[in-house]
């Protein structure tokens, strides 16, 4: 879908507060709200606008633990599988299929090193065609976006 200046304000608008109201997204895009509304529902219809959410600071919530692990799989097994297992852990923020040494790259949040490790050990390690990993402790994040700054 080709985007025009009035979609983009309208997700700017959305990603900087997604609990704007349609009036204030109007007023700053300079838009009726009737529009506003149309045009997001046609964003929604289109897949751009995926969906509203809360967005949780995993931190205080006691994850303070941000780790990525780059995994080995064979991809004989039931790759679909595997996906499915890793998409069941609770702690699993992101999957990505990625290129190069290794064939996927998950993002899981843990309390601490130990949950970290446990959830190596008896989790990612177990799913179906698991060969091995390599995992990174994010020290800090200073961003983290959903999708590209339209703003």
Known sequence: MKLDDLDRGILAALQENGRMSLTAI???INAAPATVHERLAKLRRSGV????SARLDAAK???SVTALIH???ELANDFERT???LKAIPEVEEIHVV???YDLVVKVRARDTA?????LVTRVHQVTGFKRSATEIC???PLERWGPRLG
């Open 49 to 52: 606008l995926v969906s509203f």
């Open 83 to 85: 996906l499915e297992e």
């Open 61 to 63: 919530l006691g994850y």
């Open 115 to 119: 949950h970290l490790q446990e959830l």
């Open 71 to 73: 995994l080995t799989i």
């Open 139 to 141: 020290l800090t994040t």
């Open 26 to 28: 109007a007023k700053r």
């Open 99 to 101: 290129s190069g040494d």
